[in-house]
């Protein structure tokens, strides 16, 4: 009966001397190891990396990782070798989900803008297109203020000009 008691003492006194270790980080170096520590792991390291997180796993939870991940000469026998539990913060993913659909709509916005201003400068050149086509006189506002009417020449460069418009922009 004395040994029970020794031993139910010893249990007691190896669980009680761990509880420190429940607040500990666990993750995978860039080599491939697995690192413990009191602090976060460097920036460097992946998410997925991190496999625990303090206060992310219950005590009975944390036992069975490390017990799981400890090279026993019963694992090593049996070649059966467990993978590590993955802790997914659902706070941070809900943060990223949302940052991302943010961008996704920021950028169709931006997009639609874009396709809107094409299809306005397409409209415009199609417009002059046919002014100039229709053999109407046409004229502009010099830097003076005074009105010119376009010859043959400055037609066919506004002519031109169009048509490189609506090459560019009519898609």
């Given amino acids: 009966m004395h040994r029970w008691t ?7 006194l190896g669980t009680t001397l761990s509880l420190p270790a ?7 170096d860039q080599s491939g190891r697995i690192q413990y520590s009191d602090t976060p792991p460097p920036q460097g390291v992946a998410e997925k990396d991190i496999l625990l997180r303090p206060g ?3 005590l009975a939870t944390r036992a069975a990782v490390s017990v799981a991940s400890a090279p ?18 659902a706070e941070l993913e809900a943060k990223r989900k949302k940052t991302e659909q943010d961008a996704a709509d920021q950028k169709k916005a931006e997009e639609a ?10 409209t415009r050149a199609k417009a002059q297109m ?4 229709s053999g109407v006189r046409l004229s502009r506002t010099n830097e003076k203020g005074e009105r010119e009417f376009l010859d043959d020449k400055a037609r066919a460069q506004e002519a031109n000009r169009a048509r490189e418009v609506m090459t560019s922009e009519c898609k």
């Fill in 6 to 12: 020794v031993v139910v003492l010893a249990a007691l």
């Fill in 22 to 28: 429940a607040a500990q980080w666990k993750w995978r």
């Fill in 56 to 58: 992310s796993a219950s």
């Fill in 72 to 89: 026993g000469p019963a694992s090593a026998a049996s070649g059966i070798v467990l993978p590590a539990p993955k802790v997914v913060d």
């Fill in 113 to 122: 803008k874009l396709a809107a201003t094409r299809a306005e400068n397409c």
């Fill in 130 to 133: 046919r002014s100039i086509d």
